[in-house]
C-alpha cells in the first residue's frame, strides 16, 4: 500500500540496497565527519537516521534541511555505524519537500510545554508524544469494533441532531437556522421554533443511548461509536465539549451481565494496546518517569505498563453504593473533615470520593451499583425497595467515572411514572416509550467515554491532549 515506511525500512536488513525515505526532519546533528539526519514520517515513533559526508551537499542545500522540513531522501540501507539503531541509509540525494524556517516554526527539539503544545495543535502531531497518543488513540478504536464485531454487535449510527431534549445528561448545544438577529416570534412573544429547519427545537445531541435502545430492540446487541456534545462549562481535566462515545446496548442483559460485559470490554481493549502499542506504551512510560524523576519516591505513580497489566489482570471489585457510602462515613478524610463535599446516603458521589474509594480504599477499578433513583436518569431500571436503581458507573484510578450504565426499566407504567415524576412530556419521548409497549424486553447499555479510556492507557493527565483537536470552553481555533 503506497511507498515503503519508516516502520518498514527499520525492519529490513541492510544489504546496501538502494532506499527512499520521505518523512520530516526530526533533528540534524553536524559533526566533523557526517552529518547526521533523524527523519519520521509518524509511521513508528522511531526515527531513521541518515548520513551524509561533510561536503557532499552544498551550504545552501543543507541550511533549508532544519527541524520541521519535509524531505525525500535517497540513498542505500546499511548497517549503522552508531548505536542505538540497527540501520541507517547512506545519504546519496535530498529532495526538500517543504521547508520549515527555523526562526519561525514553533516545535524545536527541545521539551515544550502540553499547555503551549494545545495553542499550536495543527503542528502537535507532529512530536513524539503526540504521534505516540494518536497511533494509541486509532489502536484502541479499532480494538473497540474489533470487540463488539467478535461479539456479534452491530454498529448502530445513531443522530448526531437530535430533537428530543429529555435525555437529562448535560447541557445541549442548540442547533438552528434562524436569523439570530431576527428571530420569528409566536403571538405570546416565544422564539417560534416551528419556523426552525426542523420545525422543533433542535440539538447535538448528548448520547445515542435512546436510540441505541431502539436497535437492540431489534438486533439484540447493538453499539455506537460517534461524537457525542455536552455545553457543561466545567473546566475540568476529564471533561470536553465534543467527545466520542460508546455506547453498547443489549437486549436480554440483566446488570450483572452488563458489569460482566464492561469490564471484559475495557480489559480486552486496554490487551490490545498493551499487544499492538508496545513502543508508544514505552515511549510515554518513560516520559512520565522523567517528569516524575524530582518527586519522592511515594509520590510518583506506578509505571504506566504496570498499571495497564494491573488493571487487565486484576478483577474489579463491586459493590453497592449503600456500601460505598458507609466505607465513606468510616474512611480517615471524612473525619478529618478533609472531603470538600460532605458524604451521605443519596449525595452524588464527586470525584474525589470516586477516588478515595478506588486509589486508597479498594486500589484497583472499582464497580458501584444501586445507585438512589434521585440522582440518576429516569430510564434506569426501579430495584424492588423504589429507591434505587440498576444503574453501575465504572470508575478508574486517575479518572473516576470511566462508564455509566445501567439495566434499563422495560415496564411501561413503571418508565411513564418515572417520566412524570421527573418532569418530561411524554409528548417528546412517544417513540421511545413504545418500545415498552411492543414487545418489550429486559434489556441493559453503558456508555464509555472514548477519550477518558485514551487517558488511562497514554497516562496523559488532561483530556484535551488525548484528542486532536479539543473542544472546550472558548476554545475551538482548529
Ligand atoms: P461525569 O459525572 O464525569 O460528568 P456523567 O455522569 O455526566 O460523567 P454519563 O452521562 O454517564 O457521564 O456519560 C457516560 C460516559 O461518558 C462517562 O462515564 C464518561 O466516560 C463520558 N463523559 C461524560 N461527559 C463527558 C465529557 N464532558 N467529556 C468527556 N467524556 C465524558
Ligand atoms: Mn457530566
Known sequence: MGPLQIKDILQTSPENQSVTVKGWVRTKRESKNAIFIALNDGSTIHNIQAVAEPGQFSAELLSTVTTGSCLKITGQLVESQGSGQAVEVKIEDILVYGTAD??????????????????????????????????????????????????????????????????????????????????????????????????REANLTVSGQLEGELGAMALSKIYTFGPTFRAENSNTTRHLAEFWMIEPEMAFFELEDNMDLAEDFVKKVITYALNNCKDDLNFLQNRLTEEEKNKPQNERSIPLLEKLSFVVDNPFERLTYTEAIEILLKSKPHKEKKFQYPVGWGIDLSSEHERYLVEKHFKKPVILTNYPKEIKSFYMKLDEDGKTVRAMDVLFPGIGEIIGGSQREEDYDKLLGRVHEVGIDPQNLWWYLETRKFGTAPHSGFGLGFERLVLFVTGMSNIRDVIPFPRYPKSAEF
Open 102 to 199: 527555523p526562526e519561525t516554526f514553533p516545535l524545536q527539539p527541545k521539551k515544550h510545554s502540553l499547555e503551549f503544545l494545545r495553542e499550536i495543535a495543527h503542528l502537535r502531531p507532529r512530536t513524539n508524544t503526540f504521534s505516540a497518543i494518536l497511533r494509541i488513540r486509532h489502536a484502541l478504536a479499532f480494538a473497540v469494533h474489533q470487540y463488539f464485531n467478535d461479539g456479534r454487535f452491530f454498529y448502530l449510527h445513531t443522530p448526531v441532531i437530535t430533537a428530543s431534549d429529555a435525555e437529562g445528561a448535560g447541557e445541549m448545544f442548540r442547533v438552528t437556522t434562524l436569523d439570530l438577529n431576527k428571530l420569528p416570534r409566536t403571538e405570546e412573544g416565544a422564539i417560534n421554533f416551528k419556523e426552525d429547519f426542523f420545525g
